[in-house]
Each structure stands twice: as C-alpha cells, then as structure tokens.
C-alpha cells in the first residue's frame, strides 16, 4: 500500500469520488479527514463539491423531465453556492459540456 499519511491537497482532492462514496481503504479516509482539519481550501472545494452533487441530483431527480440540454448549470452552480474561480469561467465551456454529458448518463440510470 503506498503512504497516504502526507496526502497534499491535489492527492486530496483527487480521491473526492472515493471519500464521499465511503469506498476505498479506511487509511485513506483518514488521511483525508487530518488534511480536511488543517486545510481551508480543500475544505471549502470538498464543500463546494458536495453541493454541486446535491443540484445535479435535484435536477435530475425533478417531476418533469427534462432534457440535460436545458439544463440552466450556471443557476445550479449559483444555487448550490459554488463560486468559480477565474480559470474555471473561461473553460465553463467545456465544463457545461461535461456536467450536460454527466447528467445524461445519470439520467439513464
């Protein structure tokens, strides 16, 4: 097993998935739990995550259908309260295009 003990915040954040599906080794979810204590930024991101997750599941989850095409993600992300940095707004291009192709996959399951 390789040493998570000393996990900085890209190896942090890059077992997000894995954390908050509960899955993985228990070592690795503690390692992430010290950095989360100590780190603000990965705190807020691990945050930022979760309500990103909470407002696709809404929207996916809604009584009428609706196509992921229409999906308005940039009121989704407003209303989870996430706040997009400065690299992310100019690639939103390619991040609406992978959250409309995410939410098309989840809706056929």
């Not at 990103?52 to 940039?74: F, G, H, K, Q």
Request: charged residues 25%.
């Amino acid at each position: 097993m390789k040493n998570v003990s000393n996990m900085d915040c890209k190896q942090v954040r890059s077992h997000w998935s894995i954390f908050h599906d509960s899955e993985g080794d228990s070592e690795i979810h503690f390692s992430i739990e010290q950095h989360l204590e100590s780190c603000d930024q990965c705190r807020k991101w691990f945050d930022g995550q979760e309500r990103i997750e909470r407002s696709l599941t809404r929207a996916i989850n809604r009584t009428e259908p609706m196509s992921p095409s229409l999906v308005n993600w940039n009121q989704l992300l407003n209303e989870s309260g996430v706040v997009l940095s400065e690299s992310a707004l100019k690639n939103q291009r390619r991040v609406s295009r992978s959250l409309i192709t995410l939410a098309a996959v989840a809706a056929r399951y």
